[in-house]
């Protein structure tokens, strides 16, 4: 069956540090993956998507993802964390089939100390 | 260009009333979908239509029913609210063409049942 995991439930940054969220998919195919991130009291908005093509993805905001089939792994990453960044992240990857169904994550909540 | 509104933003109902939630989308998208968010669970699916004039059960359909009412709308709604619905309902969009595309999100209802 397909899923994501994302291992760290809660991880916590210092302002200006480097920052990588892991998301791990369990897919039988080509997985077309995305990362959204959720601010709080807000909807979703989508970071980045890899569909095909250049495993480095990069995304809004200064995101950017590595997609490595080997590892199934999508790890998201940003080189300089602002604090504007504290929010939840959400890895899924599109299931089997033509019902368009996202897989999700259980999500990462990332904090920025100042 | 508005993308997904939903109405209300927040809502309070006892156990036993019903309610309608409401979804519209005006980026021409053929599928949307209804996702409940609880702490710890991350986003579940309700319930999605593929395209206009059909619906199908998501993981968490009971207690729910939708109508899409026309290609911009899809409505959800809770016949008899129970306390285990307490949530913050999402309502996504996205196009549905040949292969996978990204769904776009509301802004959330914040529903309680008392």
């Known amino acids: 069956a397909q899923s994501v995991t994302q291992p760290d439930i809660h991880i916590t940054v210092s302002e200006g540090a480097s920052l990588e969220l892991r998301c791990n998919y369990s897919?039988?195919?080509?997985?077309?993956l995305f990362w959204y991130v959720q601010s709080p009291g807000q909807g979703l908005q989508l970071l980045l998507k890899?569909?095909?093509?250049d495993t480095l993805v990069q995304g809004i905001k200064g995101f950017e993802a590595e997609f490595k089939r080997s590892q199934s792994s999508f790890n998201l990453r940003k080189p300089s964390v602002h604090w504007s960044d504290a929010a939840e992240y959400f890895c899924a990857v599109a299931g089997a089939g033509n019902n368009r169904k996202l897989i999700w994550g259980l999500g990462t909540s990332l904090a920025v100390n100042p | 260009n508005a993308g997904v509104t939903q109405t209300p933003k927040f809502q309070v109902l006892k156990t036993g009333q019903s309610m309608t939630l409401q979804c519209a989308q005006d980026m021409n998208h053929n599928s949307m979908y209804w996702y409940r968010q609880d702490p710890g669970m991350g986003l579940r699916l309700i319930y999605y239509s593929a395209s206009e004039g059909t619906t199908d059960k998501g993981e968490v359909p009971n207690g729910y029913n939708v109508s899409r009412l026309n290609k911009r709308e899809f409505s959800l709604r809770l016949e008899s609210a129970a306390p285990s619905q307490t949530s913050v309902y999402f309502c996504?969009?996205?196009?549905?063409?040949?292969?996978?595309?990204?769904?776009?999100f509301g802004p959330g209802t914040r529903l309680t049942v008392t």
């Open positions: 897919y039988g195919a080509t997985p077309y």
């Open positions: 890899y569909f095909s093509g």
């Open positions: 996504a969009s996205s196009y549905a063409g040949q292969g996978v595309y990204e769904q776009y």
